[in-house]
């Protein structure tokens, strides 16, 4: 998606946002971890799996916990 914003000086700036990070909380606050693992698994980005990493702790899901800090290479956060 894309956001247009319009300075105070009146130039316009264009982002891109990417639609994965609101995807990714939606399936947490609901407690649907297998597609929350599907999802970070399709997109392959290392921030949306510490997002996921972190959110499975916060929702007691240790398996997802466990899958995602393997994806980011966290050994260490594994042991817990």
Known sequence: ???TL?????AVVVM??????????RFCSAN???PALRLCR?????QL?????AMAVAGKELHTAEVAYAAIEEVDKLLF
Do not use: F, H, I, Q
Not at 6 to 10: F, H, I, N, Q, V
Not at 49 to 53: E, F, K, N, P, Q
């Open 1 to 3: 998606t894309r956001v």
């Open 6 to 10: 319009r300075r105070s000086d009146g």
């Open 16 to 25: 891109s946002v990417s639609p994965y990070p609101s995807m990714l909380e």
């Open 32 to 34: 649907e971890w297998e």
């Open 42 to 46: 399709y997109v392959k980005s290392k």
């Open 49 to 53: 799996w510490a997002v996921l990493a």
